[in-house]
């Protein structure tokens, strides 16, 4: 089992309230923690937005907390109750609220041992007895995950390694982002969005080396793959991306995105961290106004769909099958 420490804190802080709920015990690693940590975490991979960094020099209670628990010098319990405090602490003395709960987790996989920070919420819902009374029952509500860290602690102690912090916000974290970046001592060392645009520049480029309708599907599987990178946690290896599209698409090894890229491009990052956002008009066009909503995939402008950029005009040849329908109905008689 991965999971080495699991803990739950409760904390809530407003105007008329300060709770702040410690768990003094670990949670026992059963199948409904496991299951816990793998939807929040499931949650926190598939977010297209992130933050990649380091701990600051402020020497915030967190970057302590986790330094002496990696050196052995608290324990996981210790550890989880300072951060609880002392973000409590921050919160009243910005004055911010927040409400919910923190699930608190070390784990140690195969890339190395890894320290989690999440927020989540309840929410009341109805069951049904066995004797058929209904009964109202509190449960966790993961449509509403809150803010989730994830440190790397092994690469915490290395001195040349360029982030091992990840951050990301959930529902209802907006008023709360300067603070919980503040309390987390974090600054950002990394930018997926402009790693994205350099390295989609550069399969534009070789793209249009190809044949139009080539270019436009080689573009498309390009930002596709980054996607599927994104959504499972993983980086983009531009070797990787080359490998898998050269069989995609039949080309030569020589003519590779790879060659290219240590032709023309020898300075772009071997791996990236993948910016969904930023890949998404590579895939799909998309545009609307009040009375107009319009969305199609990429590689079909200049067959389907075409494009008159004098004009300024769209030309659709091949319309959607219901859409069709419903015009046609337009000049059908009335009864």
């Keep these: 089992m991965p999971i080495r420490h699991a803990v739950v804190h ?8 300060v709770d702040i709920h410690l768990n003094d015990a670990e949670l026992e690693l059963n199948e409904s923690v496991e299951d816990l940590v793998y939807r929040i975490k499931s949650s926190f991979y598939g977010r297209s937005s992130k933050q990649y960094g380091q701990f600051d020099e402020t020497g915030r209670a967190v970057s302590h907390s986790i330094r002496a628990l990696q050196g052995k010098k608290i324990s996981f319990i210790a550890a989880s109750h300072q951060i609880i405090e002392s973000f409590a602490s921050l919160l009243k003395d910005e004055s911010l609220s927040t409400q919910g709960y923190w699930l608190i987790v070390e784990e140690t996989l195969e890339q190395g041992d890894f320290f989690w920070l999440c927020q989540f ?8 007895t066995s004797e058929l009374d209904i009964h109202g029952n509190s449960v966790i ?12 602690m092994t690469d915490l102690i290395e001195e040349d390694v360029e982030k091992y912090i990840t951050l990301s916000f959930g529902f209802g974290d907006r008023a709360l982002q300067a603070g919980l970046t503040n309390y987390m001592g974090f600054t950002e060392t990394v930018s997926p969005t402009e790693d994205t645009k350099l390295f989609m520049d550069v399969v534009k480029a070789f793209s249009d080396t190809m044949p139009k309708e080539k270019g436009a599907s080689y573009q498309k599987k390009a930002a596709e793959y980054c996607v599927e990178q994104s ?24 003519d590779s995105l790879s060659n ?4 023309k491009k020898p300075e772009i990052k ?3 961290i993948p910016d969904q956002k930023s890949l998404k008009k590579f895939i799909r066009f998309s545009g609307k106004s009040k009375e107009v909503s319009i969305s199609f ?15 300024e005009h769209l030309v659709i040849k091949q319309l959607p099958a219901a859409l069709l329908k419903q015009l046609k109905q337009l000049n059908e008689p009335s009864e």
């Design 10 to 17: 409760g904390l809530t802080i407003n105007e008329s309230q």
């Design 121 to 128: 919420k309840s929410k009341d819902e109805l069951s049904v």
């Design 141 to 152: 509500d993961f449509s509403k995950l809150g803010f989730a860290a994830q440190v790397n």
């Design 231 to 254: 959504k499972s946690g993983e980086t983009v290896a531009y070797q990787a991306i080359s490998d898998e599209l050269v069989n995609d698409t039949q080309s030569s090894v020589a």
């Design 260 to 263: 290219y890229i240590l032709e």
């Design 270 to 272: 071997e791996h990236f």
């Design 297 to 311: 995939n990429n590689d079909t402008l200049g067959n389907a769909i075409e494009f008159d950029a004098e004009r």
